[in-house]
């Protein structure tokens, strides 16, 4: 099946400081989405990016499909960034309707 | 976007037995996804569930462990069979949007502890 990577796995930064983190898939998607898991476990779709640019606020997502990478970045940090971003893809080769998540990263942001 | 209501929230079995979640969806959907997020761990499909049909079971899943109800479009069970504390993990529900895209949205999830 695909593999889905995330590159840093945990990362802690200061409030106020910008990150940018990477999602590699090793086949062709037509369906990638960033999600956000709060401390208390919830799932948050942050966007719905198979390929192009997307912001929502401080966050801001660009996915390359033809170089299979996707990358989130987060602006003026806060501590309610804390928690883990995973990216989840589908695709044609391995069934469009659901999705395989990627290993995730682990973010701190420290007051 | 679909609100998923997830119950239990949290619980705490003995080994040996079973647990049924329940997955409520304030709109009709077609596909329900079942995920399975062991400690520390990214988020694995247990099984697709549509109505109408058995479910669809990913590699490593089997029906016997974990069967899956669906009987209507804005319903589903999961139950957790015979277990045994590695079934420890948090167990989501999740639903694709209707407009197209297979954007997904999440319950709360169902945070479950085998002793």
């Known amino acids: 099946g695909i593999q889905v990577e995330q590159s840093p796995p945990d990362l802690i930064l200061q409030e106020g400081a910008n990150s940018t983190l990477r999602c590699n898939f090793s086949?062709?998607?037509?369906?990638l989405q960033w999600f956000h898991q709060n401390p208390w476990g919830q799932l948050i779709n942050l966007f719905y990016?198979?390929?192009g640019t997307k912001q929502n606020g401080r966050l801001s997502a660009t996915t390359v499909a033809t170089e299979r990478y996707s990358l989130l970045y987060i602006s003026s940090s806060q501590t309610t960034d804390s928690g883990v971003y995973f990216c989840?893809?589908?695709?044609?080769?391995?069934?469009?309707?659901?999705?395989?998540f990627g290993t995730g990263t682990r973010l701190t942001i420290i007051p | 976007s679909a609100v998923i209501s997830q119950k239990p929230s949290r619980d705490i079995c003995q080994r040996g037995t079973s647990l049924t979640i329940q997955c409520q969806v304030d709109?009709?959907?077609?596909?329900m996804f079942w995920y399975r997020q062991q400690p520390g761990q990214s988020l694995t499909l247990i099984a697709t569930?549509?109505?109408?049909?058995?479910?669809?079971?990913e590699s490593g899943f089997v029906i016997d462990k974990f069967p899956i109800s669906r009987p209507n479009l804005t319903f589903s069970t999961l139950t957790v069979s015979n277990m045994s504390p590695e079934d420890s993990s948090i167990y989501l529900c999740?639903?694709?949007?209707?407009?197209?895209?297979?954007?997904?949205?999440f319950g709360a999830g169902s945070r479950l502890t085998v002793l």
């Open positions: 999740s639903v694709a949007s209707s407009t197209g895209a297979n954007v997904l949205t």
């Open positions: 086949d062709s998607v037509n369906n």
């Open positions: 990016i198979p390929s």
């Open positions: 989840a893809v589908g695709g044609y080769n391995f069934g469009n309707e659901k999705l395989t």
């Open positions: 709109s009709q959907v077609t596909m």
């Open positions: 569930a549509n109505q109408g049909s058995e479910a669809t079971y």
